[in-house]
């Protein structure tokens, strides 16, 4: 184990749970903001529509592109946040992953798969924001916007190089044809700087802040599912708490 990456790792641990923490704290206390209501009253309710306006994206997908796009980016996360904690491991240590589920080649297929379908809902959504724009995105914060966007796709863009190198490396616990594209990326790889992209890969964007940065929506949704037929409206939020339209 290399002692400067386990320590450089344990820095940005600290400072993304500071801002993950500051973030949730923020949360909590707008949700308190709204009247009381009785939280546990509909508990099935409650847990459909979780799975069906949450998980499923039911809301958004009523807009079939967008709906499509950020459901695409949602899903793809649920499916490579495992990829997260596989490159906290690789970045201590290179010739370890994951237990059991890094070794599967059924889940890199789709770690492929789904890493593929959040860069093509990136690049759908700035094909909107950047050529359609809908009426509808006045007044949000595009610049915000963006930026999440493209960090999104600097986190999808690291992972594939990341597989990538340690499949030309020969460092893949997976069978490489359960990866097809990260297959064929490496099939560009191989020369006397693939060790080094690999390290980079791993290191440049594969950190806690990205796993803990997309657990906010999912903590902030159960307070106002629509399986409770109570809505509570009486939390005004600034304009800096709205978060930009999809």
């Not at 490579?80 to 201590?92: D, E, K, N, Q, R």
């Not at 995105?137 to 960090?151: C, K, M, P, T």
Request: glycine share 8%; charged share 15%; aromatic share 8%.
């Amino acid at each position: 184990m290399n002692a400067v990456p386990a320590v450089a790792l344990a820095v940005v641990l600290v400072v993304a749970i500071v801002l993950f923490s500051r973030r949730a704290l923020l949360l909590y206390r707008l949700v308190r903001l709204g009247k009381p209501a009785k939280r546990f009253d509909d508990l099935p309710g409650r847990v459909r529509a979780e799975a069906v306006v949450v998980i499923g994206q039911s809301k958004l997908l009523q807009r079939l592109l967008p709906g499509l796009m950020h459901a695409a980016i949602f899903w793809g996360f649920m499916v490579l946040l495992p990829t997260i904690l596989a490159a906290m491991i690789g970045i201590v240590d290179q010739h370890a992953t994951l237990p059991w589920l890094g070794e599967q080649g059924w889940y890199a297929f789709l770690v492929d798969v789904f890493a593929f379908l959040v860069l093509l809902g990136v690049i759908t959504a700035f094909v909107i924001r950047k050529v359609q724009r809908p009426p509808r995105f006045v007044g949000s914060h595009l610049g915000e916007a963006d930026l999440i966007l493209v960090w999104i796709a600097g986190i999808v863009i690291t992972l594939f190089l990341w597989h990538a190198s340690r499949i030309a490396l020969g460092l893949n616990e997976y069978p490489a044809a359960w990866a097809p594209i990260s297959s064929l990326i490496a099939n560009g790889l191989g020369g006397p700087t693939t060790p080094s992209i690999e390290r980079a890969a791993v290191m440049g964007s594969r950190s806690a802040h990205p796993f803990l940065s997309r657990l906010p929506p999912l903590l902030e949704a159960p307070p106002h599912l629509p399986g409770c037929r109570q809505r509570s409206t009486s939390v005004r939020r600034s304009p800096r708490s709205r978060r930009p339209s999809c």
